[in-house]
């Protein structure tokens, strides 16, 4: 059996996921797709939507056949390191093939991309440092670096679009540990990565798909954007857990603790530095909601994205201690899986059985149990009852379609 | 003018604090009544029903000319601290007397357990480590070497009261620190303090009141314990506030809190010791309310109350650096005061006017700091734009009335 490796949020799973899955499948001929998913929370430093199990649910109706989890401490990084965990970890599958979506669909700008920025690995880095003493972010300060290179060599990537940021972190991942994944880039259609409006045909990004339900609660002006069966798990999980999960709700958990916990003990927090924590102190004591908090703090230097994550450490309480000194999987987390993800599986048995993980009950992996922490943290905000339930739902086994 | 001190929470101001007050005041022909009140958590280690300016207003509308707060680290604390912490503060404020109620209401059988206990101190400390031994907490074996003794002195207190229990700790604190502070004792009338059911008369304890209270989010049925303005007083805060403070609704904090940190950080809350912070996550992971988790934790030697002020000092981060060697006040913060108030303090200005306080906005003392804390832990349970609004309530001049 021969598989195709996604890396996946599916936050949620919609129409341009779905197309996505299929042109993989088509593109490689791959008997089955195996997605390696963040779990409770994502790369950007935002709670899951709704939580990782009905998530992979909607991965598999979709026809993805094996869901394995991203541990939490490499899936809310930045890009660079989010991208070479998801890869180890599909390599660790033996996947063929990773696909991703990217702007124009062909994989010759990423390679060439990647040989040209080692080539010129050491002037990037001088002048991002210029930038960034001119006070940009260190995001941007690489991006304008790149783009004074790009200026000699035109037909290097365009860099401005998460799609192809990620799949050149993936293909360098690959390149660099020399990996025998195959990448394989599939043009994307329809909706930008971060459009925030609703477009008039069937495709539109998850960040609106997300405004739109949680903007009045309702699913209702999204069903078209979704395949039946991501409505249906959704609608489930709404009249189920009554919510869905924003960093709104987790936001006087977040002020609570700024408001109770010394700067210096902040600073034990992972990413806390530079005196971010006084800044965090001080918006917290005069900023009622995440929102109002989150303008106070952002500059151009802390993005929204890296305040994101820095918040999703403190509410996590993740530590230095917490973050592992290597990107390579200790054990393969399975959400769930179809028949055939199950027979690949059993395929896989021989020489990575003793990573297959379907259930974490007598685990005492540190980074899985950062996982149970999360699944906690994620579903702290509902009541009591069903937090409990959820929590349970930790240690049972994954979805099985 | 002559102040007579009271030692009180009034959670919430009722007819039996009523006639206590009224009491105190005929029977010592006093001009003033000044009240040291516990502020948004008591000594029991509980959230106050409603917040200390909300309870400052009852009081002031019963009668009592001047409320000054009980530290949080003086107030949350065991019987004897919490006594002899409020008595020096009334003693700082130069009251003339100090009225508390009693079953009895004669003050000679306190100042002689005094002597007598001062007396068999070594007997009474070697009998109550035989009862420890035994598996009872500190309380209980206290309370069995006490009993021991009370069989050669039968005119000893009945200490199985609570409020014979504060009683005996004002006047211990006032002999053994050799105040001018006079005790006086008024028999109390009604029900007993923790008695939970509802009477056929006007008086029921407070834990009766709450309890009625919170069962239904109703005040209907206590409208005829309590004087006018203290139900029309909760009758706003409901309006306003639209929830009472209970352990309930903070349990989703301490819940958090317990799965997100490490044992060994946990170790320094002040008075985590003995592995309870093992025994308070393992019930944690698998309590869905404050309820059951109370009732896993709670064993003989752990009473509930004491369980109930760890978890408060967990809420707060309360660590061992937060209490303060003494108890003897380093300030005395005012919450409300009468006209009549007003004028005790101008004639206090001379001696002690540096201690007081009426706005605590450029206050650096490290206890008042703590207040500010339990301030914003306090509303935290509150919608965010009203939460913000206590917040800064904080930093506002007293209740005037």
Known sequence: MKAAGLVVEYNPFHNGHQYHLDQSLARTKADIAVGVMSGNFLQRGEPALVNKWARTKMALKAGVDLIVELPFVH????????SEAAILLLEELQCEWVCFGSEKGEIEPFTNTYALLAEHADLID???KTFMNAGHSYPKAMALAYAELKKNYPDMLTLDQPNNILGFHYVSAILKNKLSIKPITIQRTGSGYHDAALPKDSIASATAIRKEITADGSLKDVARFLPGASYDVLRDYQEEMRLWHTWDLYWPYVKLK????SPSA??????MKEGLENRLVTAAQTSATFLEFMQKVKTKRYTWTRLQRLL??????ITNDDIPHTLKPTYIRVLGFSQKGREYMQSLKKEKGHLLLTRPAAANDPILSIEQRAANVHASILPAEMWQKVQKREYQPPVII
Chains 1, 2 share one sequence.
């Open 75 to 82: 899936a809310v990084q930045k890009a660079e390191y989010f």
């Open 126 to 128: 001088q002048q991002a």
């Open 258 to 261: 700024l408001l109770t916990t």
């Open 266 to 271: 902040l600073k034990d927090i992972y990413e």
């Open 312 to 317: 999703t450490y403190l509410l996590m309480n």
